[in-house]
C-alpha cells in the first residue's frame, strides 16, 4: 500500500499524455464529485487520484482511481481525507469525495459556494451544514 518513506517519485503529472488523458477525462466528467454528492453543480478542473498514486505508474494511470474534482476539493477536502487516511483513520473507500467521510467534510467547510472557476464565492443561500453562512457580500 502505502509507504511511510517519501520518495521523490517522477513528475507523471508533467506528461504530454497526462495532459491529454486529464483533458478528456475532464470533458467526460465536467463536474466536480464532490460538489455533486451535496447537489451543486461546480466544474471540475483538476482530476484527483483517488488513492494517492505516490509515483506508482500502475496507481496513477489507472482511470478507476481517477475522480473529477473543483480546485476547493482537491485543496482542501481531498488533503483532509488523505491525512485521515494515511493515519490510518479512514478507509480506502472513504477517498472518494462522494464517500459519506468527504460529504460530511464538505458540509463542515463548506462556508461559502464554490464558483465555475473552482475557486469559493459568496454567494446567496449557502446553508451546506449545520454552520450558517455568517455574511454576504
Ligand atoms: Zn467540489
Known amino acids: 500500500m502505502i509507504r511511510a518513506s517519501e520518495r521523490r517519485p517522477p513528475r507523471l503529472s508533467d506528461t504530454h ?20 454528492a451535496i447537489g451543486k453543480h461546480v466544474v471540475a478542473t483538476t482530476v484527483d487520484h483517488v488513492v494517492p498514486h505516490g509515483g506508482d505508474e500502475g496507481r496513477f494511470w489507472d482511470r478507476m482511481n481517477w475522480q473529477p474534482s473543483c480546485q476547493w476539493h482537491h485543496d482542501a477536502i481531498k488533503q483532509r481525507l488523505e491525512l485521515a487516511y494515511r493515519a490510518g483513520k479512514l478507509s480506502v473507500e472513504a477517498l472518494s469525495l462522494s464517500s459519506a467521510e468527504a460529504i460530511a467534510l464538505t458540509k463542515r467547510h463548506m462556508r461559502v459556494q464554490i ?14 451544514g449545520p454552520e450558517n453562512v455568517a455574511g454576504r457580500r
Open 115 to 128: 464558483g465555475l472557476d473552482g475557486w469559493p464565492i459568496e454567494d446567496n443561500e449557502t446553508t451546506g
Open 17 to 36: 499524455a497526462w495532459g491529454q488523458a486529464r483533458a478528456q477525462f475532464l470533458r467526460a466528467n465536467p463536474q466536480c464529485l464532490g460538489c455533486a
